[in-house]
């Protein structure tokens, strides 16, 4: 059974660092496309990052330069490292397999970023 | 940047009516769009993609239809379980897009 749980979320303040992990099950990370989507409260979705099976990454526009994303293979999970967290970043974080239609998701990790 | 101008943002519907929800693009994006149910409090959950293919355990009664611009999902014959908020999404180019939302509500 495919499964991804999110977990690294919680409250920091603007201009800290969080690291977001999502541990997959039931099929390979590396072997597939995997993404990051958020929801800001009471908002819609904005989708954040894309990591290619070969190793490529896009970025919004919103965190590039500031959100990064990995995976380690030997763990078979996701990343999404968080730098420079402004208030607009607030939101679940939610991982899930796919880059273009997105088939699995996780059940979403809560940023808050506040002072 | 594709824009996507989702309708209605809210629609109040009764048990056993056919609903429709339109998502316009800005520019042509081909079959490439899905669309997405999420349920308060739940992650979005993937019925639709290349527009018209019904996901894996989707029940028929969801459908999608449209190409280039205009593309619609089509709830056949609404059940208690539909109502939530539904989400149409576009991977013809990066970034990838979501429309606003409609909330389908009980009416």
């Known amino acids: 059974e495919v499964q991804l749980v999110e977990s690294g979320g919680g409250l920091i303040q603007p201009g800290g660092s969080l690291r977001l992990s999502c541990a997959a099950s039931?099929?390979?990370?590396?072997?597939?496309?995997m993404s990051w989507v958020r929801q800001a409260p009471g908002k819609g979705l904005e989708w954040v990052s894309v990591?290619?099976?070969?190793?490529?990454?896009y970025y919004a526009d919103s965190v590039k330069g500031r959100f990064t994303i990995s995976r380690d293979n030997s763990k078979n999970t996701l990343y999404l490292q968080m730098n420079s967290l402004r208030a607009e970043d607030t939101a679940v974080y939610y991982c899930?397999?796919?880059?273009?239609?997105?088939?699995?998701w996780g059940q979403g990790t809560l940023v808050t970023v506040s002072s | 940047v594709i824009w996507m101008t989702q309708s209605p943002s809210l629609l109040s519907a009764s048990t056993g009516d056919r609903v429709t929800i339109s998502c316009r693009m800005s520019?042509?994006?081909?079959?490439?769009l899905a669309w997405y149910q999420q349920k308060p409090g739940k992650a979005p959950e993937l019925l639709i993609y290349?527009?018209?293919t019904l996901q894996s355990g989707v029940p028929s009664r969801f459908s999608g239809s449209g190409s280039g611009t205009d593309f619609t999902l089509t709830i056949s014959c609404l059940q208690s379980e539909d109502f939530a908020t539904y989400y149409c999404?576009?991977?013809?180019?990066?970034?990838?897009?979501f429309g606003q939302g409609t909330k389908v509500e009980i009416k």
């Open positions: 899930a397999r796919g880059s273009s239609s997105y088939d699995y």
């Open positions: 990591i290619y099976s070969g190793g490529s990454t």
């Open positions: 999404q576009q991977y013809y180019s990066f970034p990838r897009t």
């Open positions: 290349a527009a018209s």
């Open positions: 039931g099929f390979t990370v590396s072997s597939n496309y």
């Open positions: 520019q042509g994006i081909s079959s490439y």
